[in-house]
């Protein structure tokens, strides 16, 4: 079997393809794997850094804020979408695939629709509650539209031929035990909170958990973990002009970066968050009741209606950023603590949405596709 895939930009369009690829070569450890991204873009690291040949090609978003910067490179794409088609035909030819898979991002646009042009079945993968620009495009001729959220297909032409797959989720988030992980953490009976803003951080989110952190310094009452990102190391400076000496607070526990985020998720009672695709497939996979704020600088304002779709089903509460202050954020916290089976019932409900079996049924779904064709 030989795979192609395309996608990139984020780590929400790059991981869920390498899960697709590393499960499929689990199945099948003959199947040939190459993967297709954006010259410059993070793929270009993170998927040879998994074990899997890549090639680039040149490639750029459309700018939507009107400035002469963004008009001229808004020209420069117009080119690009041109010799980006060039290369891809060129690649897919050299390459031979039996199937082309699309994860999302601007790269897969020119690479699934030279492959479609190539009577070569094509398959997308979106993994967000509201679908990208070139999903949308793609899904109206690609042999399946696999969605990670079901509220994904109103978004989409009724020619889609949609299937429900979910995101796939990491078998150390699905088999992290949550009394297991408390007791390595060396954590007692009180609720643990677990906050982040994502890898590089969130100055809105930091800014609201500090306030929480200074009251839970006070009182005692919570346990924290908290991954202030990247761009965040003024974080541990504003605690300590706030009172706060992290030394004397066993309670509260302040990183850059959560390396052992399955272990943290498993023996959280609450998680603070943004709204990412995979990160909200990881929620549901351990059950966990959430607060989510919807990062507002993303593409389509996606988070939002990820959020929502938790929402709408009584698995998450929805704390949008221009509401965000750490009285806000403060008073939110009191309120669900206050009312235990409010928290219950939501890591209830989120656990029911929880898809586990995603890289399952992606993989029956390739090799149905393959089989008519």
């Known amino acids: 079997m030989r795979i192609l895939f395309a996608g990139g930009g984020t780590a929400g369009h790059i991981n869920p393809a390498l899960a697709i690829a590393g499960y499929v070569c689990e199945k099948e450890p003959d199947a040939q794997i190459l993967f297709i991204g954006a010259k410059g873009g993070m793929e270009e690291r993170l998927i040879p850094a998994a074990g899997f040949y890549f090639k680039s090609i040149t490639i750029s978003g459309f700018q939507r804020k009107l400035s002469l910067k963004n008009v001229k490179r808004n020209i ?29 991002g601007y790269v897969a646009g020119p690479v699934l629709r030279e492959a479609m042009k190539m009577k070569i079945p094509a ?19 690609a ?16 020619s889609a031929k949609c299937v429900l797959t979910g995101n796939p989720v ?54 924290h973990i908290h991954g202030y990102g990247q761009w965040g190391g003024w974080f541990p400076d504003l605690l300590k002009e706030k009172g706060v000496n992290l030394s004397e607070r066993p309670n509260i526990d302040v990183r850059e970066y959560i390396h052992n985020m399955p ?12 709204a990412g695709a995979i990160t909200l497939s990881e929620l549901q996979a351990q059950g966990k009741a959430s607060i989510l704020i919807p990062s507002p600088n993303v593409a389509e304002n996606h988070q939002y209606h990820n959020a929502m779709a938790m929402v709408d089903r009584h698995a998450a509460v929805i704390l949008e950023e221009k509401d965000l202050s750490g009285a806000a954020l403060c008073k939110l916290v009191d309120e669900l603590f206050e009312n235990p089976d409010t928290i219950r019932s939501l ?11 995603a890289n399952q049924r992606i993989y029956k779904i390739i090799k149905e596709v393959l089989a008519g064709n």
């Open 347 to 357: 890591g209830k409900n989120a656990r029911a949405m929880a898809i586990l079996d």
């Open 170 to 223: 990491r078998q150390a988030v699905i088999r992290a035990d949550r009394e297991a992980c408390r007791k390595a953490l060396g954590l007692d009976d009180r609720p643990l909170i677990l906050s982040f803003g994502g890898s590089q951080g969130a100055r809105k989110i930091n800014e609201a958990m500090a306030e929480l952190l200074v009251k839970s310094a006070k009182t005692g009452r919570f346990q």
């Open 263 to 274: 272990e943290c998720l498993a023996a959280a009672d609450l998680v603070i968050c943004r």
């Open 76 to 104: 420069g794409t117009i080119v690009h979408i041109v010799t980006s088609s060039i290369e891809a035909r060129k690649m897919i030819r050299d390459f031979q695939p039996d199937i082309c898979i699309g994860t999302g």
């Open 143 to 158: 042999d399946k539209t696999m969605l990670a959220v079901a509220d994904a297909q109103k978004f989409l032409a009724p």
């Open 123 to 141: 398959l997308i993968h979106e993994q967000n509650a509201y679908p990208g620009i070139t999903n949308k495009m793609l899904s109206k001729n």
